[in-house]
């Protein structure tokens, strides 16, 4: 378990090293090869830059673990079915980042309703889960990225004072 999460930790951060790079490379030229017409280099999306699906899944098993560890929370998943949880928490975030998953679970509102879920609980998930993303060493850029697109999902998962 280790091992995997070690090696899968070495993907993710090469990945998004060596997107670091061609970053670089893309701000001289405008994102685009603007010397030729054909040839054009599209910009990396964000999935990609993640490191796809394996990246991801590492990066959920270590979040759901540290949600698990967490005294703020953990008692809202005592009767959670962790690994569908996980698998629809792959799924919502490799379709977000623009990758080729579809996610197949409820809608953020439905599936939290009546969990009377508070805005510090909602705050101590996503701490856990810039935790991870810091523990793969994701970039900042993202990292901001991922979490615009979970901060405007608050409105529809928290229902309590
Ligand atoms: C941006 C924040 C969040 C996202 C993106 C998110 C996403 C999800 C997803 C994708 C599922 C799985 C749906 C399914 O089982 O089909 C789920 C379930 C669940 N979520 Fe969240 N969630 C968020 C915040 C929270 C918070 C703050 C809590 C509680 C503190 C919470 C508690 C739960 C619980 C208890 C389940 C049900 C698990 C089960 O019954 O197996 N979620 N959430």
């Known amino acids: 378990m280790k091992t995997t999460l ?20 893309k701000s001289s030229t405008s994102g685009y090869d603007e ?7 599209a910009p990396a999306s964000l999935y990609d830059r993640l490191g796809g699906k394996p990246a991801i899944t590492a990066v959920i098993d270590d979040f759901v673990g540290r949600v698990a560890a967490d005294n703020r929370i953990n008692g809202k998943f005592v009767n959670a079915n962790i690994p569908h949880l996980k698998m629809m928490l792959v799924e919502q975030v490799c379709q977000a980042s623009g990758g080729p998953c ?14 009377q879920i508070t805005n510090e609980q909602f705050d101590a998930l996503v701490g856990d889960l810039v935790e991870s993303l810091n523990n ?13 697109v979970l901060g405007p999902m608050r409105k529809d998962i928290v229902t309590a004072m």
């Open 136 to 148: 793969f060493h994701v970039g900042e850029r993202e990292k901001e990225e991922i979490l615009s």
């Open 35 to 41: 010397g030729r017409t054909s040839n054009r280099i």
């Open 102 to 115: 579809t996610y197949t679970g409820p809608d953020m509102k439905t599936i939290h309703a009546g969990m």
């Open 6 to 25: 070690i090696a899968s930790s070495v993907v993710f951060s090469c990945a998004v090293v060596s997107m670091g790079c061609a970053s670089d490379m």
